[in-house]
């Protein structure tokens, strides 16, 4: 079942777009319009429906907030179209033109990631529209080249996957619980109203849900520490803490989606803790 949606928050559009098998789509994905601005082009799979929801408007610029392929999937399909920019952060430019990693459940919901080399690497911290100014913010974590566009004077904050849930079951290999938290610490620091998050948009509540999960994610990494020292292997942790194994989901994608990679993602963050600051 393929699914597309359209939202108007204000002056912003949005287009949600998903892809089920067995009923609605376990995953949904937002890409933005406000002033001319295309924030995420969506998976590669929802090429018909990005660009049908294009045609009225008047598209100048896209921003791409990091390189996984539900946000990258159609920058070069929509450039085929219309003469416009696409800006992202300068190693989300590099990543693009490499293999980006995924997996069965990845290709079937999303599709395949395309080579992009046509993105155009943004080394400033601001990024204009005709109307607005948006402050760029780092926030790895989830990816190491990930931005989020901050527009202070309205208090929009497109926090790309920074968000998404305030409880996570399940990380993707190389992320990093570490500088997640460092990143929704940034972000929580900030003034802002509507958190367009985007896989769950919301226009209240957005500042405490992202509380929520920073919290959720300090007294994770504070548990896998707590067991590690105690010597207990990735797999023994995550059942001392009361966690289960997404089986299904982590044999379909080899790996790369598994709650025991949240468990080596905090073992790996505290390695390299260890490296820079030996105790
Ligand atoms: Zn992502």
Redesign the pocket.
């Known amino acids: 079942m393929r699914y597309k949606k359209t939202h108007r928050f204000g002056p912003i559009e949005s287009l949600e777009t998903g892809r089920g098998y067995f009923g609605p789509p376990p995953v949904k994905v937002h890409s933005f319009f406000v002033d001319g601005l295309l924030i995420d082009t969506g998976p590669p799979n929802a090429k018909a429906a990005l660009l049908d929801w294009l045609a009225d408007k008047n598209l100048q610029q896209i921003f791409v907030t990091?390189h996984?392929e539900?946000?990258s999937g159609n920058v070069k399909v929509i450039q085929n179209q219309y003469n416009v920019e696409a800006y992202s952060s300068v190693l989300c430019t590099d990543l693009v033109k490499g293999k980006v990693q995924t997996s069965i459940p990845q290709l079937l919901f999303w599709g395949r990631p395309e080579y992009i080399d046509t993105l155009t690497p943004i080394q400033k911290d601001v990024f204009e529209t005709p109307n607005h100014r948006f402050a760029l913010i780092p926030i790895p974590g989830?990816?190491p080249d990930q931005l989020a566009l901050y527009e202070k004077e309205q208090g929009w904050l497109f926090s790309a996957?920074a968000f998404v849930s305030p409880v996570i079951k399940y990380f993707m290999k190389k992320e990093s619980m570490a500088e997640q938290i460092q990143s929704l610490k940034r972000l929580l620091a900030l003034d802002f109203e509507w958190l367009l998050c985007c896989h769950k948009p919301l226009l209240k509540g957005g500042k405490y849900q992202l509380q929520q999960k920073c919290n959720f994610l300090e007294d994770y990494y504070g548990q896998v520490v707590f067991y590690h020292q105690k010597g207990h292997s990735a797999g023994s942790i995550l059942s001392l803490m009361g966690k289960k194994e997404l089986w299904f989901q982590k044999l379909l994608s080899q790996n790369n989606l598994s709650a025991i990679n949240m468990v080596h993602s905090v073992l790996r963050d505290e390695a390299k803790k260890q490296l820079i600051n030996p105790s």
Do not use: G, K, R, S
């Open positions: 990091h996984h539900d946000h989830h990816a996957d």
